[in-house]
């Protein structure tokens, strides 16, 4: 059976997105933005469960979905909060400059 | 009686154990007193047991007994066994007579030296092992015995180990005889499987004697050379022979036991205990009789050209062991032992009297310091003398019997053979010239030691030479035992030693073998027939021969002492082999002894260190290489780290939906 | 379906909006911006969950992310003053033309996988009892509030710890010494 | 309730349970511990001695055999027992560890405790392994015995010892966990057939293999006992662990460790794979007479004194794999005995070095020379051992080695004769050897002061001396012990590869 | 309407309410004392919490239900690794006693954070609902990136909390988006349901599944630190204060493991053969890259970080097998694996001082000498670690590879055995340090080891039970057994 368009283009977005967000991760060079990157992806994930919902006519994809913000919030939280103790203690937070632990 | 022949060795091994138990706490001469009585038991029981046999007919001429089984894994048992018949018994009397008076000896010679007490412990040893060896009911208790004078002998040779010269001469001793043993073993295994293979499990020699026609002609050759290969390095033949001249590092006393009388007659022994073999094996005994005779020229060639009065008896030696061997080769088997006994004598008595000089020249060794002493030291000199006509085979001394009844055999026996024949003869001239070279370079002529040696020359002890006097009396009337027929004796130890090698008597005929038409080609021009006349005839030229001998000896070293100089001048290139022993050792030296280093060293270095350790290094550095690379993948930038997981989730995917869809 | 209804060119031209401005969030130097095209993508995104019947969902992207977070996420570029951009790092000098080329590949490659398993998608799942009609008719945001405190009250009160743990390591790490 | 004494259970125990004494004796005292280590020891010596004097010489299968479940779902038991192959290497390891804990009463002098602790466990190890019937127990006494020797040559050990002892470590383990991996297999293997799981190795005998099957395992197995005996070559490992490893670690790794890997080719590999025991005969035979003769040559270059007789090992226990390869009661029963002489003669021969070592720290051949002249009493002995190293009639080598050669010869006349050329090159070495240590003058004025042997040393090398001659000339006290075992043994593995439809090994095997 | 509220069953997830309110009663402890004293009470407080825990949570072991609507499961299974979870709890509190006294960690928070962190894992391996084990992971994972970065001034510590927030959050969108393919493609969220779905006949194998595994094989593989997600585990283990790292090492990778296990074991088993060949590959990579880079490491703490990466792999061999055998296996080797990193993590712990780890290997050198009870402890589990007999970690192995046996993995198996020989070389080299090393004349003075009868006690038990499991490991094994059987 195959589904709507808007879920099929729904999916694909969510690749896309999840692609887009995947790669800024890896090569942004700021610690906050690579972490927005990451907020893009758990999207790209919340997408592929609002549309799958949609189309099985099934809420608990709705429902996980808010379970990801919660933890998307609560990473914000500590996440940052980790950010500015790095911060403070090396006065950066170039991921390229964080390389005392290494080999 | 027969249960007890065990004693004959017990008595040295006693002494040997008593000695090095108490030995440190009694004085010297409490330790050689056990020595030589330990010996002179083994003598008189060795004499009893000569007395029974004399008594009991010839058939009844074996005593044998197994004391325990020593060695048992299955088919394979072998006892600690004794077997005395004619042949063990005479050479127990060899070994026990002599044996005792060169003890006796001994006790004076080595009187001063510090080892006194090892000396002794040594030598009752020796004689243990050697009475074993000629004692042993079966192969293997010979071999403990073989591989134990080896053994002694190699103590004995290095028994003064401080000296360098000495322990490489123990050492080489010892390795060259192992080369022989080689032989040996492997001769002991092939006949042990072979025999089995037919159902007949011994080493028992009696039992090999009996069941010895279950094996097959070339089977036999192939066993006996092996075992000729032993003889060769025990007796010192030609290959083997390298180890005897330096054996005379050791005490001269030794010299004379080991490297003289006793032995290095072993593998002559050996031959003799095994002739029901070797009578099979026709090809065998002209490969012995060759190499004896080979041997025995070889050796006295060098003789002419050396200058260490011991060197020279060493060579003296080999040469006349190469004459029992001919006579081994010839089936003259009696005649052999024969001249072995005789050369126990003779040869122990110039090995003394060798001693005895030395003593007086406060050790010289060498000819040309000597000269004149036969004034000083008479005793010596004229018991020398007796020796050196016993060997060079002037009638009416013993080793004429035994050397003519060889010559006679090598011509006439149905395996003798013109051209051994000659050589032999030749070479007993030869000897005869040597030896007189000795005698007139030592005891005539003018002294040529320097004057501190000159002042303090003098002639042994009585306990040094009344061996002496004993040992020349044998040496004297020893070959009356055999007194051919020809010359109206009965062959007296011929006869004695029927029961063990049959009459005399040749093999019948021989078989076809390889050889075949070279012995009969040999043979064609010898064994004309056994005419006395013929044999008389032989005997008269022999003993020119060695007038002959002697007379040039007189010639170059008593009337024209400038002849030598001049005559090894125009000979500048043959003398310098001759006096080297045509470098022989330094070959072996070069082949063997750097052969095996360099091959060591090139396998230490390439085969270990390269090939082996090169795998298990390599693979160890590659495995830390790599891991020095996997370390530095580990960047600690995070955002690598990132993208492996994105490399590896890709790699997943792949594998688990891309790949299968294809 | 027979031609592409107005819904669906919505989608489409929704998605091409995520897709652009998340982009541009990817893309900008300064994280200010970054920040700012994150907002976009994600009210842009809420946009698509009310068409796909999520209303509830919708809102709470709207409020946590381009509310909450967003300002948290602000506040802390404010706070360590990286309004400036990136900045290069030597060794970030050093690699970046290798993490770029790599990037691209990756990009590419990650992309056409995810594509390959997107576009063969077939609806292959089990039908929920919930079909849009009868959510609808309940209301979407009572669905799911009955479904987390009845269904999912488990979860959901686990959450609530996962909230304190979140605040309790966040106060911890932040606290200066 | 009347079930014998467990005396097997009871050896395996004693010294673990010693060296938990041990350990709780307080680090100071340190004559308490060596006294108490000694007592052990001879407490343990004295108690394998029933297992000599009580065991049935004429009975062919296992003695003293204890079974007790262990984990019955998977078929491991704990079960031990002893035939004539193993008691008499029971009573080697025995004796060596007395010989052993005397001969480091002085020479250790650091971390006291924990060496004779090591040295315990260690024969806990071995006495473990050589009982063993359930090849999960055997495996876990064969890996235990790795990490006492591993400390007692890494710690107490010369200055390569570092090396030496994780290279050991490792060539072991290569080795044996393969050797796990084939035991798994095996069992797997008859699992699948039978429906019964167990470890016991005479019921695994029974699993029909196939022959491919067979060699992979064979192979694995002989992997992990050719690296312990060691053959080449495989043998690289056993230098360097000999040389740096203190004097009694030397004794006992050549006088029983070593042994181990002959021994789990004997009760293991070759009942359990015989169809590639038949294929792999003439390739072990091969690389034994290799080892014999390169062995042997490898010594005549050595400077060091260990690591000559080291190589020498690895000349002997190539002897006595030939034996064993010979399949037939000769063979079997020099390599048997062999194992034996090899322990007393290579371990005395250790020792001497040892004795030498502690009083001029060095084992460099050049710097010694004419040692007899002060030291008389240690050449007498230093002389009867390499005497019986080299196999002179008389003494206890010549009984194994011409056994074995005698065996090798009945399998194969050319075995035979290549083989035998290591007597000449024994003596080559071994000669050479001593003539360089203790003849000639004294050149170096360190040795002129050297004392002659104590009172203990003297009473360790009378030890070995003793069973140098007994062994050698009344060989009959130990070959009968191994008669009934030894000849069960062939025809046991002779009916398996007759079962296996193989052709019979080559050579005329005959009767046993 | 549609509201299903659950029966509110209190006694079967007593074991997670007392771990929350001991956690909840450390924080307040925390809040309102700073004085010494109020720290340790704290401590005391999750221990008896985690021992109640352990307790209660013991006595459900023969208890099998699903509460809350099916959200929560209570089976053997569960219950092994809880209670697992509740021992690594009890030993890490118990060492962290001193530790955190000596670092200056604040203690109420940090006991907290642990208890929360424990509790992340007892639900995350108890649920047969994606939604639960979601959430119980990432409770978990919060509180240990807060954990990782308490050693407070230390930007090595900072670091390693940023990495592992960083990769930790990349990561788990990875298994979010497997979570959420898988339920595009099943339409449903609880993994026993998945599990009946697949096996009845509307089941379909799509990609989009397929990606769905995948990702969840990334996601758990980050947990579980196998190659090539492994990258963050050496930093993040080495940077983190060493009693988390001794949490992380043990804790985590076992929830992470039971959750993978359930997971794929439950849902997937019957399409067994279409990824573990994937899981051949990760499991082979995992246990050599893991063993070969810890060849050269030299720095103790970073070396035990590659070995937990290399024991992943071994336990991976079992995984792939997937059958009973070696599902006991698993269980048993994640078991033994716990009291030798624990016992090791001790040891280090141990022998560092205030605000230097002193973990490299040249601190170790002479240890012998010095102490020689560590010595001896330090050894009996690092050969336990390379799985010499009789120590336990010779039993996992010899169970692990025995089911790669069974299964027909030779090469599997074969390579496994290779690798813990190149394994052997560098645990010994730390033992080889320890007794055969003397400390380098220069170096610093070694002072007195941090010990505490705390420390004692950790060692202690963790010898006794590497012995016991090693010598008999029957009743062990059998419990795993038990707790195994669910999935067969």
């Not at chain 3, 609808?136 to 959450?159: D, M, R, W």
């Not at chain 5, 449903?188 to 089941?203: K, M, N, P, Q, T």
Request: proline share 3%; aromatic share 14%.
């Amino acid at each position: 059976m195959l589904p709507e368009l808007s879920t099929t283009v729904c999916f694909i977005l969510s690749g896309v997105l999840f692609t887009i967000g995947a790669v800024g991760a890896i090569l942004r060079r700021n610690v906050i933005v690579v972490f927005m990157c990451i907020e893009l992806m758990l999207n790209a994930v919340n997408l592929v469960f609002i549309a799958a919902a949609n189309t099985l006519a099934s809420m608990d994809g709705s429902v996980f979905v808010f379970f990801i913000m919660t933890v998307a919030a609560v990473e914000a939280a500590v996440g940052l909060a980790i950010f500015v103790m790095v911060f403070r203690q090396r006065n950066t937070i170039d991921p390229y400059e964080i390389d005392l632990l290494k080999g | 009686m027969a249960d007890y022949i065990w004693l004959i060795p017990f008595f040295p091994l006693a002494g040997f154990l008593f000695n090095s138990a108490f030995g440190g706490r009694l004085s010297k001469s409490a330790v050689s007193w056990v020595a030589c009585l330990a010996i002179f038991c083994s003598f008189i029981a060795a004499a009893l047991v000569f007395a029974e046999f004399l008594r009991l007919p010839g058939a009844g001429r074996v005593f044998e007994m197994d004391l325990y089984p020593w060695i048992t894994s299955g088919q394979f048992q072998v006892a600690i066994g004794f077997r005395l018949d004619a042949l063990s018994v005479i050479m127990c009397l060899v070994v026990t007579g002599v044996g005792f008076l060169i003890h006796v000896y001994s006790v004076g010679y080595m009187h001063d030296d510090p080892g006194f007490k090892r000396f002794f412990l040594y030598l009752n040893l020796f004689v243990f092992m050697m009475l074993l060896l000629v004692t042993g009911n079966n192969l293997l208790v010979m071999f403990v015995g073989w591989e134990g004078v080896g053994l002694c002998s190699y103590l004995l040779i290095g028994f003064w180990y401080e000296k360098d010269s000495a322990s490489d001469a123990g050492k080489k001793a010892f390795i060259v005889n192992r080369v022989g043993d080689f032989g040996f073993l492997i001769g002991i295994f092939l006949l042990f499987v072979s025999l089995g293979m037919k159902g007949v499990w011994t080493l028992n020699f009696a039992q090999i004697g009996q069941h010895a026609q279950l094996l097959d002609g070339p089977l036999v050759t192939i066993i006996t050379l092996l075992f000729f290969v032993g003889a060769v390095g025990k007796s010192a033949q030609i290959p083997l022979y390298v180890w005897l001249p330096d054996a005379m590092e050791g005490p001269t006393p030794v010299s004379s036991l080991i490297h003289a009388a006793t032995m290095v007659t072993a593998g002559v022994y050996m031959i003799a205990r095994l002739n029901f073999l070797y009578r099979m094996a026709p090809d065998t005994l002209l490969v012995v009789a060759t190499i004896g005779v080979l041997t025995a020229f070889f050796a006295a060639s060098i003789g002419f050209a050396q200058n260490d009065i011991k060197k020279i008896l060493a060579y003296s030696t080999i040469s006349q062991l190469g004459f029992m061997f001919i006579a081994m080769g010839v089936g003259a088997y009696a005649a052999g032992i024969f001249h072995l006994m005789t050369h126990a004598f003779f040869k122990g008595l110039l090995f003394l009297g060798a001693g005895s000089v030395m003593h007086a020249m406060s050790g010289e060794l060498d000819m040309r310091n000597m000269g004149g002493l036969r004034e000083k030291t008479p005793v010596t000199y004229w018991t020398f003398l007796i020796a050196c006509l016993a060997i060079a085979g002037i009638p009416g001394f013993s080793g004429f019997f035994s050397k003519d009844e060889i010559l006679w055999k090598a011509f006439s026996a149905s395996q003798g053979y013109l051209l051994i024949w000659g050589l032999a003869a030749l070479t007993a001239g030869m000897t005869a010239f040597y030896m007189f070279r000795l005698l007139f370079g030592t005891f005539h002529g003018t002294c040529r030691a320097s004057d501190e040696v000159k002042h303090h020359i003098h002639e042994s002890p009585r306990v040094m030479t009344v061996p002496l006097v004993i040992l020349a009396a044998l040496s004297l009337v020893g070959g009356y035992v055999g007194v051919p027929h020809v010359l109206g004796g009965s062959n007296a130890i011929e006869q004695f030693l029927a029961p063990v090698f049959g009459q005399g008597a040749p093999a019948p005929a021989q078989p076809q073998t390889a050889f075949g038409f070279v012995s009969t080609a040999w043979a064609s021009g010898g064994a004309a027939g056994h005419e006395s006349s013929l044999e008389m005839l032989l005997m008269a030229l022999s003993v020119a021969i060695a007038l002959v001998g002697i007379f040039l000896a007189y010639l170059f070293y008593v009337k024209n002492p400038a002849l030598p100089g001049r005559f090894t001048a125009s000979f500048a290139g043959l003398h310098r082999w001759v006096e080297n022993k045509y470098f022989v050792d330094e070959l072996y030296e070069r082949v063997f002894v750097r052969g095996v280093q360099r091959l060591g060293a090139f396998l230490l270095k390439v085969a270990d260190g390269w090939i082996i350790e090169g795998a298990i290094n390599g693979t160890a550095d590659a495995l830390q290489r790599l891991a020095g690379r996997l370390r530095r993948v580990e960047t600690g930038y995070v955002q690598e780290y990132a993208f492996a997981i994105i490399v590896g989730a890709i790699v997943v995917v792949a594998y688990l939906v891309v790949i299968p869809m294809f | 379906m027979d031609a592409l209804g107005l819904k669906d060119l919505a989608f489409i031209a929704l998605a091409a909006a995520v897709i652009v401005t998340s982009l541009m969030m990817v893309t900008r130097k300064n994280p200010i911006h970054s920040a700012l095209w994150m907002i976009a993508a994600f009210v842009v995104m809420a946009v698509i969950y009310l068409l796909l019947n999520a209303q509830f969902i919708a809102v709470a992207q709207v409020m946590v992310y381009a509310g909450a977070i967003m300002m948290l996420i602000l506040f802390v570029i404010m706070l360590v003053h990286m309004e400036r951009g990136d900045e290069s790092a030597p060794a970030a000098a050093r690699r970046s033309k290798t993490v770029r080329i790599a990037g691209a590949v990756i990009t590419a490659i990650l992309l056409a996988e995810l594509l390959f398993g997107a576009l063969l998608f077939q609806v292959t799942g089990k039908s929920g009892g919930l079909s849009t009609a009868a959510v609808n008719s309940a209301g979407n945001v009572k669905t799911v509030g009955a479904l987390l405190y009845g269904e999912y009250l488990f979860p959901f009160e686990i959450a609530s710890i996962l909230l304190l743990v979140g605040i309790v390591g966040a106060v911890v790490i932040s606290k200066r010494k | 309730m009347n079930e014998p004494f467990p005396y097997l259970s009871a050896l395996i125990l004693l010294p673990l349970a010693g060296s938990l004494v041990l350990m709780l004796l307080p680090r100071r005292q340190t004559l308490t511990i060596k006294a108490a280590a000694l007592v052990l020891t001879i407490g343990e010596f004295i108690l394998s001695l029933p297992l000599f004097f009580w065991f049935d010489e004429r009975a062919v299968q296992m003695q003293f055999v204890e079974q007790r479940e262990w984990f019955p779902e998977f078929g491991i038991s704990y079960l031990v027992g002893i035939d004539g192959i193993s008691m008499l290497l029971v009573l080697l390891t025995t004796l060596l560890t007395i010989v052993c804990v005397l001969c480091s009463w002085k020479a250790i002098e650091t971390k006291i405790k924990e060496y004779y602790v090591s040295f315990l466990v260690l024969e806990t190890a071995m006495i473990g392994a050589l009982c063993s019937l359930d090849m999960v127990l055997f495996y876990i006494f064969w890996e235990l015995m790795l990490i006492p020797m591993y400390l007692l040559i890494g710690v107490w050990g010369g200055p390569r010892r570092i090396y030496a002892a994780i290279k050991f470590f490792l060539f072991t383990m290569v080795g044996s966990v393969l050797m796990l991996l084939a035991i798994m297999v095996l069992y797997f293997h008859y699992a699948a057939e039978t429906g019964v799981y167990t470890f016991n190795v005479f019921t695994l005998a029974r699993a029909s293999l196939p022959a491919v099957k067979q060699y992979w395992l064979f192979a694995a197995f002989a992997l992990s006992f050719a690296i312990k005996v060691p053959m080449f070559p495989f043998h690289t490992w056993l230098p360097d662990a000999h040389t740096e490893a203190p004097t009694a670690g030397s004794v006992i790794l050549a006088g029983v460790l070593l042994k181990m890997g002959v021994y789990g080719f004997l009760r293991f590999a070759i009942p359990l794979f015989p169809a590639a025991v038949v294929a792999a005969t003439p390739l072990i035979s091969w690389l034994a007479i290799i080892g014999i003769v390169y062995g042997a040559i490898m010594c005549i270059m050595q400077t060091d004194l260990k690591r000559l007789i080291a190589y020498s090992s690895v000349s002997h226990l190539g002897y006595v794999m030939l034996g064993i390869f010979a399949f037939n009661m000769q063979g079997l029963q020099g390599g048997l005995y062999q194992m034996l002489n090899h322990g007393i003669s290579t371990g005395g021969l250790f020792l001497v070095v040892g004795m030498i070592y502690e009083r001029r720290h060095t084992r460099m051949i050049a710097d010694f020379g004419g040692l007899t002249t002060v030291m008389p009493r240690l050449a007498v002995f230093f002389m009867i051992i390499t005497l019986s190293s080299i196999a002179l009639p008389g003494t206890n080598g010549f009984v194994g080695e011409f056994l074995i050669l005698l065996g090798a010869f009945r399998s194969n006349v050319t075995y035979g004769v290549l083989a035998t050329t290591g007597v000449i090159l024994g003596a080559v070495y071994m000669l050479w050897m001593f003539q360089r240590v203790m003849f000639g003058k004294i050149t170096q004025e360190a040795n002129r002061l050297l004392a002659d042997l104590t009172k203990r040393e003297t009473l360790i090398l009378a030890t070995i001396v003793l069973f140098v001659f007994l062994m050698g000339l009344y060989p009959g006290l130990f070959l009968r012990k191994m008669d009934a075992s030894s000849a069960g043994y062939l025809k046991y593995v002779k009916a398996r590869i007759a079962a296996m439809g193989a052709p019979a090994v080559q050579g005329p095997l005959g009767a046993p | 309407m549609l509201v299903k509220i659950p029966e509110l069953a209190f006694g079967p997830i007593l074991p997670e309410l007392i771990i929350t309110v001991s956690a909840m009663t450390a924080l307040l402890l925390g809040a309102f004392g700073r004085r010494a004293i109020v720290g340790t009470i704290a401590g005391a407080v999750a221990l008896v919490g985690s021992g109640l825990a352990l307790l209660f949570t013991l006595s459900l072991w023969n208890a099998g239900a699903a509460v809350y609507n099916g959200l929560y499961t209570i089976d053997t299974f569960g219950t092994f690794f809880k209670a697992l979870a509740l021992i690594v709890a009890i030993l890490v509190t118990l060492l962290s006693l001193r530790y955190v006294e000596r670092e200056d960690i604040v203690k109420g928070e940090y006991y907290a954070l642990t208890l929360f962190g424990v509790l992340g894992m007892m639900i995350m391996v108890s649920s047969t609902h994606f939604v639960t084990i979601f959430i119980g992971l990432e409770v978990m994972s919060i509180a240990i990136y807060v954990l990782c970065g308490m050693l407070s001034g230390n930007p090595r510590s900072a670091e390693a909390s940023l990495k592992y927030f960083l990769l930790g959050a990349f990561a788990t969108a990875f298994l979010l988006y497997g979570i959420a393919l898988v339920y595009a493609a099943t339409g449903l969220l609880d993994i026993r349901e998945i599990a009946d779905y697949i096996v009845s006949g509307r089941f379909q194998l799509t990609p989009l599944f397929m990606i769905g595994i995948a990702m969840l094989v990334v996601g758990f593989g980050f947990k579980t630190a196998a190659v090539p997600f492994h990258m963050w585990t050496p930093d993040v283990y080495e940077g983190a204060p060493t009693s988390i790292t001794a949490f992380m090492a043990t804790g985590i990778k076992a929830a992470a493991f039971g959750a993978f296990l359930r997971v794929f074991y439950t849902a997937f088993l019957p399409l067994l053969g279409a990824w573990s060949g994937m899981l051949w590959l990760i499991a082979v990579a995992t246990m050599t890259i893991g063993n070969i880079t810890a060849l050269v490491q030299d720095d103790v703490k970073r070396m035990l970080a590659y070995s937990s990466i290399a024991h992943a792999g071994y336990i991976l061999i079992a995984f792939v097998v997937g059958d009973l055998f070696s599902s006991v296996g698993i269980l048993f080797y994640i078991l033994v694996y716990t009291f030798m990193n624990i016992g090791a993590f001790t040891v280090v712990i141990i022998l560092g001082q205030k605000g230097r780890q002193r973990t490299g290997i040249e601190h170790y050198a002479g240890l012998a000498g010095r102490h020689p009870l560590i010595a001896i402890a330090m050894t009996v589990f690092l050969l336990s670690l390379a799985g010499m007999p009789p120590l336990a970690g010779f039993m996992g192995k010899f169970y692990v590879l025995s089911a790669a046996i069974k299964a027909k993995y030779y090469w599997l198996a074969v390579i496994g055995v290779l690798n813990s020989v190149v394994a052997a070389y560098y645990y010994l080299r730390v033992v080889m340090y320890m007794y055969f090393r003397e400390a380098a004349a220069d170096a610093e003075p070694a002072g007195r080891p941090d010990f505490s009868p705390a420390y004692g006690v950790v060692i202690a038990v963790s010898v006794w039970a590497l012995f016991h499991m090693g010598i008999f490991p029957r009743g062990f094994l059998l419990i795993a057994q038990r707790s195994v059987e669910i999935f067969m």
